[in-house]
């Protein structure tokens, strides 16, 4: 597999060696601290990488199992600390080793991570421990970040609403409010770094699992266009819309990590829709006036029902008034001519890829897992209850893959989803569309029944177009996040982080969740 990371120069002048650091110094704290944040401490001679190491693993011990027992982590790195010491004498050396220079990251545990255990979430791959990083891992190590911890997940990525796994005993807390879901499945990631166990973090989205736990925890988090990114070493639920990507505490953290996972992997297929395409400084786009004189849409398809929480829409009419303040035009009504149409058509295929997906990511793994296919895995029974239906009826089914006449019909639907949401955002001549991305307030723990409100498993998946997270405010007197999306045209990353940037840099939503204080 080959993986190759060109760091631009002027990221790596930003750094220069510093002093030696100073007893009486006093202690860098990372609560909420950013990567310019980190970096500067470096730069000033406050801070070690083993120092840093030291701080994250210091809260982790105090609040994910004892505490507020968040239960966000399943797998720390028994190799941090010996990392970080040869980052420290790396930096004392030469400088830096890249954009991430000794950033603690937390990784969702379906990453297959070299010399750590990558289970899925699954007791059915306990024990594994891969030779290689997925492409994403090997991107940020090879930008300098130090795989802190591997997290918790809604367990195959099945579910948005809770993480819940076989792997890790009792469910992911909320860390705003410890009775309340992370959302799924990258709820441990979300929750992780929500808290301060790590700086960033990496998540993947197939419906809203990025977009959804960020939205749940007053985080950022982007779902890129497809192609754009790889999913390589990632254990697949379709890759007809699996999204692996960062998420963080704030834009410029998420725009910083996302420069290094984006580009070609010859090992995923679907980032040859990259090739030949310039990728830009995404950076450069993150300006305080970015907003000014877009034009941002009200994509009320995406969040309009009856089971709407009241509370939501008035935050997201106040963060529609703070977009106007910010200098953006606001289109309203902007409905997506023909969609109602597509969407009821008659025979509408699914291809369902998870079967031949699974199948194909065991195969080229044999000898390494105890697994073959998903016939051995719903034999083994080494999975939560929860899940056990889902994965029974699934392995019954067809497993359609590329080429087969359901995945064909599902292009084609995709296809023409596209074309009614471009031909609207041209007519309306949009640069973005923005909606609540959840419809209400994180739920109780293990309640199913109350309206979810899940708003983004349709349109940036279907149309594999980019969608950006940001914290908009509040619910339930202040307690609970909630957080606005900014969707896109294909390519339109720099556009949407741009808009995100501005409108959070204008509203400075985000604050640290009151059941994980800082630690003196």
Request: proline share 8%; aromatic share 8%.
């Amino acid at each position: 597999m080959r993986n190759t990371l060109v760091i631009p120069l002027v990221l790596a002048a930003a750094f220069v060696a510093g002093p030696a650091l100073d007893a009486q110094t006093p202690p860098f704290q990372v609560e909420e601290a950013s990567i310019a944040d980190i970096h500067a401490a470096f730069r000033d001679g406050r801070l070690t990488c083993r120092g840093l190491v030291e701080r994250y693993q210091r809260r982790i011990d105090l609040y994910d199992k004892n505490g507020p027992a968040v239960n966000a982590i399943v797998t720390l790195n028994p190799r941090a600390l010996s990392e970080a010491d040869a980052l420290d004498a790396r930096y004392k050396a030469s400088g830096p080793v890249g954009p991430l220079h000794c950033i603690p990251t937390i990784v969702k545990d379906n990453f297959e991570t070299a010399g750590m255990q990558s289970s899925n979430g699954s007791l059915t791959f306990e024990g594994y421990v891969p030779a290689t990083d997925a492409f994403q891992v090997a991107r940020i190590k090879a930008a300098g970040a130090i795989v802190l911890a591997k997290s918790n997940l809604a367990e195959w990525a099945f579910t948005p609403n809770e993480t819940l796994s076989s792997i890790l005993p009792g469910y992911t807390k909320n860390p705003y409010m410890l009775d309340r879901v992370t959302a799924g499945s990258s709820g441990g990631t979300a929750a992780a770094v929500a808290a301060s166990f790590g700086a960033v973090g990496l998540g993947s989205d197939t419906g809203n699992s990025i977009r959804g736990p960020s939205s749940h925890q007053a985080l950022v988090g982007i779902r890129s266009t497809m192609g754009l990114t790889s999913r390589n070493g990632v254990f697949p639920l379709s890759l007809l819309a699996d999204i692996a990507g960062p998420m963080g505490r704030t834009v410029a953290d998420v725009t910083t990590v996302f420069q290094v996972v984006v580009g070609e992997d010859p090992d995923d297929p679907a980032t040859a829709a990259a090739r030949g395409r310039q990728i830009p400084n995404y950076s450069q786009a993150l300006r305080r006036d970015a907003l000014r004189g877009m034009r941002i849409g009200i994509l009320r398809e995406a969040y309009e029902r009856d089971s709407t929480d009241p509370e939501v829409v008035q935050v997201f009419m106040r963060a529609i008034d703070d977009l106007k303040l910010a200098g953006a035009a606001i289109v309203d009504p902007a409905a997506i001519d023909g969609l109602d149409a597509i969407r009821r058509q008659p025979g509408i295929a699914s291809c369902q890829g998870f079967k031949y997906d699974l199948n194909q990511f065991l195969a080229a793994r044999k000898g390494r897992v105890r697994v073959n296919d998903l016939t051995e895995v719903v034999r083994g029974g080494k999975f939560h209850p929860t899940v056990r239906r889902q994965l029974e009826q699934t392995e019954q089914g067809p497993a359609n893959g590329p080429g087969t006449p359901e995945c064909v019909a599902e292009a084609t639907y995709r296809d023409q989803v596209r074309a009614a949401v471009l031909k609207t955002m041209d007519a309306h001549r949009l640069d973005a569309y923005v909606y609540p991305t959840w419809s209400n307030p994180p739920r109780l723990i293990g309640d199913l029944n109350t309206p979810g409100g899940d708003n983004s498993q349709f349109f940036s998946p279907t149309t594999g177009w980019p969608a950006v997270q940001v914290p908009m405010g509040y619910t339930r007197g202040g307690l609970l996040p909630a957080g606005i999306t900014f969707f896109g045209r294909a390519w339109s990353e720099a556009t949407l982080l741009g808009a995100a940037y501005a409108y959070e840099q204008a509203t400075t939503h985000r604050r640290p969740p009151p059941t994980t204080p800082p630690v003196r």
